[in-house]
């Protein structure tokens, strides 16, 4: 029986026009462009505006021009993965919001919550999907309206996150030499006490207290989260490449989640490669969570070269973290 691997065939994002600037930043916090972009990398983020407006909003777009780009009829799309932090509701799934607004009527849909590890597990969930064939054509899109939980007056948080969306679709390949070649997935719950919104679910639902004590914010002790997210990240990437006997000149690209310019450059010097070979675009989004892999991934499609080796990499609230291998299937630049 020929194995089956799952690839992805296209990427596409969406980001919301108003972009929140250092320089309107500094109207509003203690802070500087400098401070910011010293620590961070960051020189600006997009915002959602406008009322009635939730992550499936981004979400769909994403979705709705994956699906022109690709040639492909929503009806085919077996299932529609939604990685998200911020969904539009606690139900229903912000996923199937998307599959509805964007007609794919015969996908079933769920969301996935691993923070800013989400796209990562999702991809490998859908990856998992594929191989056994059970299904075709699998959509994972990451969104996140990170605006909708930070807390503006919190100068440590405010100036990280942004909003938007990316969309991959995932469909099979009979050449094991293509696709998802390996992961490596980790979870540890006790890191909640140092990124976590501290109420609004089961544990502390909503109310007077917990929204006067602004707890529906991101609350985030930023040296913990910055040493953890440094050594595991990179460690899971190294791991990756050691397992697979890849070396620094084998990688083509990596792939980092956009939480912190030193944390990129740690996992990038960890696995021995140099910045041309990094995906960096944080200073024009900032963190947008889900959105992050996705997006880095259609900034950079028209120099994806099939036969590229990628290696992902990721850490996220909770704690999560992660890195996958993936050879790249198709000639970014056909889509440029």
């Known amino acids: 029986m020929t194995a089956i691997k799952a690839v992805i065939t296209g990427i596409h994002g969406y980001v919301p026009d108003y972009v929140l ?84 009527k015969k996908a079933f849909s769920y969301d996935v919550q691993a923070a800013c590890s989400g796209f990562l597990f999702s991809m490998v969930t859908a990856s998992q999907f594929i191989e056994t064939g059970r299904y075709k054509k699998i959509i994972v899109v990451g969104a996140d309206k990170m605006s909708s939980i930070v807390d503006y007056q919190d100068r440590t948080t405010c100036i990280i996150f942004g909003d938007g969306a990316g969309a991959v679709l995932i469909e099979p390949s009979t050449d094991p030499s293509y696709g998802l070649q390996d992961f490596v997935l980790k979870t540890d719950g006790s890191g909640v006490e140092y990124l976590v919104q501290k109420s609004g679910g089961s544990r502390r639902p909503p109310s007077i207290e917990t929204v006067t004590n602004r707890e529906h914010f991101i609350h985030q002790e930023g040296a913990t ?49 140099g910045e041309d070979k990094v995906m960096i675009n944080i200073h024009k989004y900032g963190n947008t969570t889900d959105a992050t892999l996705p997006l880095a991934l259609w900034d950079y499609e028209h120099l994806l070269k099939k036969g590229d080796n990628i290696i992902f990499a990721a850490f996220g609230g909770g704690f999560t973290w992660g890195a996958a291998y993936m050879k790249w299937a198709y000639d970014g630049s056909k889509f440029a």
């Open 21 to 104: 600037t250092n320089a309107e930043l500094e109207k509003m916090v203690d802070t500087n462009d400098e401070w910011i972009t010293s620590r961070t990398g960051i020189k600006e983020r997009r915002i959602l505006k406008g009322e009635n407006q939730g992550s499936s909003h981004m979400g769909a777009k994403a979705v709705e021009g994956l699906l022109k780009k690709t040639n492909t009829d929503p009806l085919d799309i077996d299932l529609i993965i939604c990685c998200t932090t911020t969904p539009d509701f606690v139900f229903p799934a912000t996923a199937n919001l998307i599959s509805d607004m964007v007609g794919a």
């Open 225 to 273: 989260v910055f040493k953890f997210a440094v050594k595991n990240m990179a460690d899971v990437a190294a791991e990756v490449m050691e397992r697979n006997h890849l070396t620094s000149d084998d990688i083509a690209w990596l792939c980092p989640h956009q939480a912190n310019l030193r944390i990129i450059s740690a996992t990038s010097q960890r696995m021995g490669i």
